[in-house]
């Protein structure tokens, strides 16, 4: 059974830095979209960033674009999410999602329901 895992989560005052890991188990990395989504309590869930973990194609929302950083470590099945320079906005629930749709369907416009597989989420509280 695939799972995934999602760990990094805290407090952080405005400004910090944290990264998010998503560790998947039951299968190997092969030719995954993979996704971290974030919902904030009141509002709809957001996609911030994808890569594809063939080519290491990365897209990000403009909410995040130049402050969070996406990457893969294949050897350990982990995606990561790095988050820098975090403001208050940023505070959510955060989520790592996969499917094997192909790159095509790898940005954060993608429905969020082609995404199969969901992790369990972690959650972030950025202070200012």
């Known amino acids: 059974q695939v799972q995934l895992v999602e760990s990094g989560g805290g407090s952080v005052q405005a400004g910090g830095s944290l990264r998010l890991s998503c560790a998947a188990s039951?299968?190997?990395?092969?030719?995954?979209?993979m996704g971290w989504f974030r919902q904030a309590p009141g509002k709809e869930r957001e996609a911030v960033a994808t890569?594809?973990?063939?080519?290491?194609?990365?897209y990000y929302a403009d909410s995040v674009k130049g402050r969070f950083t996406i990457s893969q470590d294949n050897a350990k099945n982990t995606v990561y999410l790095q988050m820098d320079s975090l403001k208050p906005d940023d505070s959510a629930m955060y989520y790592c999602?996969?499917?094997?749709?192909?790159?095509?369907?790898?940005?954060?416009?993608?429905?969020?329901?082609?995404?199969?597989?969901w992790g369990q989420g972690t959650q972030v509280t950025v202070s200012s």
């Open positions: 999602a996969a499917h094997r749709l192909g790159p095509a369907l790898c940005y954060p416009e993608t429905p969020h329901g082609v995404f199969r597989t």
């Open positions: 039951g299968y190997s990395y092969g030719t995954d979209c």
């Open positions: 890569i594809y973990t063939d080519g290491a194609r990365t």
